[in-house]
């Protein structure tokens, strides 16, 4: 299994792919942050983000994506570009037919640390251990973006949400599937 992780935000937007490999281990495939410029308009920063997001899953096909949920905080303009890049992610994923799933940032520290509260410090540290690399992943929202994957590919399987069972009809489930499998035999993987 393939997971795509984002960590959204419209000035940076964290992506981590990884690879699921035996005894419920994980492999990196690639890391990155997406970038748009503060000194674009909403709307140009939007698309330059939607057009990264198009790439990666387009040059690297993953069987899922996993987005952190967005959380209310006291910056509502934050929130508000936050939001808009994760709706993005969702709409990218769902353009090709890939199953969404969104962890809290609770939910994400504690699957990588075992704490729901530790420190972006520590889950820096673990995702570089849980994945082999020699040194942590940076920046933070690269590391946070493999830890979503990773809370993704750990999940036990069959275990979806209910919007995530009923977010596509069968027929829709059947042509998602025939739609990976012939990206997959062009290469495309």
């Known amino acids: 299994m393939r997971v795509l992780g984002v960590d959204p935000g419209l000035t940076r937007c964290g992506i981590g792919i990884v690879d ?3 005894g419920r281990r994980a492999s990196l495939v690639a890391v990155g942050v997406l970038r748009s410029s503060p000194e674009l308009t909403v709307d140009m920063r939007l698309l330059t983000i939607s057009q990264e997001l198009d790439q990666w899953l387009d040059a690297h096909v993953p069987d899922v994506v996993a987005i952190e949920r967005v959380f ?5 303009s934050t929130v508000m570009g936050t939001a808009q890049v994760a709706g993005l992610a969702m709409v990218a994923a769902a353009k090709r ?3 969404v799933a969104m962890h809290t940032p609770s939910e994400v520290k504690a699957a990588v640390t075992g704490s729901g509260g530790a420190e972006k410090a520590q889950v820096q540290k ?3 251990n849980i994945l082999g690399l020699g040194e942590l992943p940076k920046p933070a929202d690269a590391a946070d ?5 990773i809370t993704q590919l750990w999940r036990p399987a069959g275990m979806l949400d209910k919007a995530e069972r009923y977010q596509m009809t069968p027929a829709q489930r059947q042509w998602a599937a025939a739609e990976q499998a012939a990206r997959k035999a062009r290469g495309v993987r």
């Open 126 to 128: 673990m995702v570089a």
């Open 145 to 149: 973006a493999l830890a979503i994957a």
């Open 97 to 99: 037919g890939l199953p």
């Open 72 to 76: 209310a905080q006291n910056n509502v």
């Open 20 to 22: 699921s490999a035996p």
